[in-house]
């Protein structure tokens, strides 16, 4: 039995990828073992890691002089240790916060240096991207810090930003390789892999190769892009299991019309849910329609004492995953890349006969 699963992450999986891993896991292509049972050493393991790496290059046109790391800590250990890296020298740090994940980087960005906002939508409620032209730069700062799709809020960046000479570190957890997008408009990306790529334990770096090398002295060695690309992410056990269902996911994307298809498919799905919020009045979305996720979808009940009874619905209905986060409330629906359409309009079904009832 297999659930319709609309976390927000850990996340539902491509249910061929799935079925790859369960043909492959007592014994990968007739060596014996199981991924999980392998030294990174060997060479099996290092065919799976260098696969996977030269398909996430093809898949996101990742250029030569990028870095792609395989790391560990997910999304937060990097906001955490990002300025010992890219500080180079520099005082202050950039930072346009559209949600909760990009204070939580700012905070830990604090520690170590000068936090400035450029620009945030955290009086509307962070509803909304503030517009381009608004942004208050620091031409000086070591970097600017954006979130290109915010988890909690629903908000996504419709287009790559430029920052110009001022390197562009975004936070990529919950959109990264859900659309084709331009690697050479940023300075660094991260994504922890548990949303649209893999198993949680991975966490993806792409890296420009002008940005490594001058890590604060007091770096520890695990966090140092520089010794971790020197050392193909492996200066220590890295996430080998995660590494290896990534890497099956990138093929995935490749056999499935890469990022073009994908974005395709994701622009569909999330049309067919907004479409249904924005036609009725039971249900609603706040945030701007030009900045609002394809891949996370939040939305209330006119009246939230229904809420309990969605929820109990649509876990009858095998809909899984529907609780909003506990910092905002209501509903939301993540529609990450193996979400089918089919899925959606499940969920479109559900809510319309809910909605006809309870109205
Ligand atoms: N950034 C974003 C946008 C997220 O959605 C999340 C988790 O949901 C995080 C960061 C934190 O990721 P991790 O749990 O990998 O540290």
Known sequence: KRIVNFSAGPATLPFEVLQQVQAELLDWQGCGMSVMEMSHRDKEFMSIAQAAEADLREVA???????VLFMQGGATGQ??????NLLRGKQGIDFVLTGDWGKKAAKEA???AK????ASSETDKFANVPARASWKLDPGAAYVHITSNETIHGVEFAADPDTGAVPLVADMSSNILSRPFDVSKYGLIYAGAQKNIGPSGVTIVIVRDDLIGQAAANTPGIFDYKQMADNESMLNTPPCFAWYVSGLVFKWIKDNGGLKGVGERNAAKAAL???YIDSQDFYRNPVAKADRSRMNVPFTLANPELDAEFLKGAKAAELSGLKGHRSVGGMRASLYNAMTLEGVRQLVDYMKEF???RA
Not at 61 to 67: E, F, S
Not at 79 to 84: G, H, L, T
Not at 115 to 118: F, R, T
């Open 61 to 67: 046109g990742i250029q030569a002089n990028y870095k």
């Open 273 to 275: 849910l907004y479409d």
């Open 115 to 118: 936090v400035n906002v450029a």
């Open 79 to 84: 906001f955490s240790f990002i300025p010992m």
């Open 110 to 112: 604090a520690r170590y």
């Open 355 to 357: 909605a006809r009832i």
